[in-house]
C-alpha cells in the first residue's frame, strides 16, 4: 500500500494518513484480515511523528475499519468493506466542507441528519 501525505494542505497529516488506508480499502487493494505497516516505520518513511501515524489509525479504529492489537499492531477488520471506505471518504469531504463554510460541529450533524444543508 502507497502512503502520501502533503505538509503542505490544510489537511491534517494523520487524516491523509488515514484516507490512504480508506482508499486502499475502497479500491479493493487491502483487504480484511491484513496487517497495516507499524506505526514507527511508517512514520519514518512519511518524515513524520509516530503521533501523527497513530492519530490516524485511531480516526480509522472509530471507524471501524481497522483493530488496534498491542504489540501486533493494525488490523484491516472484516467489516471493512469499499463501500463502507467509499461512505467514510465521502463523509470526510462533507465535514472538510463544512467547516470550510464555518459550520460547527454540532450544525454539521443537524444538516447530517435532517438531509437539509442550507435549508
Same mark, same amino acid.
Given at each position: 500500500?502507497?502512503?502520501?501525505?502533503?505538509?503542505?494542505?490544510?489537511?491534517?497529516? /494523520?487524516?491523509?494518513?488515514? #484516507?490512504?488506508?480508506? /482508499?486502499?480499502? @475502497?479500491?479493493?487493494?487491502?483487504?480484511?484480515?491484513?496487517? *497495516? %505497516?507499524? @506505526?514507527?516505520?511508517? #512514520?519514518?518513511?512519511?518524515?513524520?511523528?509516530?503521533?501523527?501515524?497513530?492519530?490516524?489509525?485511531?480516526?480509522?479504529?472509530?471507524?471501524?475499519?481497522?483493530? *488496534?492489537?498491542?504489540?501486533?499492531?493494525?488490523?484491516?477488520?472484516? #467489516? #471493512?468493506? %469499499?463501500?463502507?471506505?467509499?461512505? /467514510?471518504?465521502? @463523509?470526510q469531504r462533507l465535514i472538510a466542507e463544512a467547516r470550510h463554510l464555518g459550520l460547527s460541529d454540532e450544525e454539521i450533524v443537524t444538516v447530517v441528519r435532517t438531509g437539509?444543508?442550507?435549508?
Open positions: 500500500m502507497l502512503f502520501r501525505v502533503d505538509p503542505g494542505s490544510s489537511v491534517p497529516l /494523520g487524516d491523509q494518513i488515514a #484516507a490512504s488506508v480508506r /482508499g486502499a480499502i @475502497a479500491d479493493g487493494t487491502v483487504d480484511a484480515g491484513e496487517r *497495516l %505497516p507499524a @506505526a514507527r516505520a511508517l #512514520a519514518a518513511s512519511l518524515g513524520v511523528n509516530v503521533h501523527t501515524v497513530l492519530r490516524g489509525y485511531q480516526r480509522l479504529k472509530e471507524e471501524g475499519l481497522i483493530e *488496534l492489537r498491542r504489540g501486533r499492531g493494525a488490523v484491516v477488520t472484516g #467489516a #471493512a468493506s %469499499p463501500a463502507r471506505a467509499r461512505l /467514510g471518504e465521502t @463523509a437539509l444543508a442550507g435549508r
